[in-house]
């Protein structure tokens, strides 16, 4: 059963689901995927990224720092998760994901019927040319695809560009707590 949280009334999407390749803004050829799951390899090289990833750009404390907590952060949320990673030249250089707000394993194995909160990180480098849009739009074409239709997140008030993107795939703003938003969207699809 859904939360209580507050959703848009109209559905949006449909979004692009992986495999997707594109060239971003700067000429680069990026590949986006969803693995089944974080099998030894594909974890192996999402922790790379985030052990790259600059610690000043982390937010409401994610992702972690050191490649232990990492590791362990990512194998905690990996098993019941839905993720999409994007690579340039077969480095993981963006990961989205979307973690069950449910501890009820027939709730998650359903994916609809319960929301689910949204995380996403670019490494820097990657930043601006375009790939956290495909990466959130896959994510939530992906989500779609597998029945999940409830997506939350909080990002921090001050971050413009982020909350700019999350509107213009149809995030709405539902919360404000003093330092984060929380948005929300309902995706299309059979719940």
Do not use: C
Not at 13 to 42: K, L
Not at 44 to 58: A, H
Not at 126 to 152: C, K, P
């Amino acid at each position: 059963m859904v939360g209580t949280r507050q959703y848009p009334d109209e559905a949006s999407g449909p979004f692009a689901s992986p495999p997707t390749t594109v060239e971003d803004r700067n000429g680069r050829s990026i590949e986006v995927r969803a693995p089944d799951e974080f099998a030894t390899e594909a974890l192996d090289d999402v922790v790379d990224m985030y052990v790259e990833f600059d610690p000043s750009d982390r937010a409401q404390g994610i992702p972690p720092t050191g490649e232990d907590r990492i590791r362990n952060w990512l194998e905690t949320i990996g098993e019941d998760s839905v993720n999409v990673v994007a690579r340039h030249e077969g480095d993981a250089i963006g990961h989205a994901m979307l973690v069950p707000d449910s501890d009820d394993p027939a709730a998650i194995e359903r994916k609809g019927g319960i929301e689910w909160e949204l995380a996403i990180f670019v490494l820097q480098a990657y930043q601006r040319a375009g790939i956290g849009t495909l990466l959130l739009e896959n994510l939530l074409g992906h989500a779609s695809d597998i029945g999940i239709s409830h997506v939350w997140l909080t990002v921090e008030r001050w971050n413009n560009p982020a909350i700019a993107l999350y509107e213009r795939v149809g995030f709405e703003a539902t919360g404000t707590e003093s330092f984060e938003q929380e948005m929300a969207i309902l995706l299309e699809g059979d719940d």
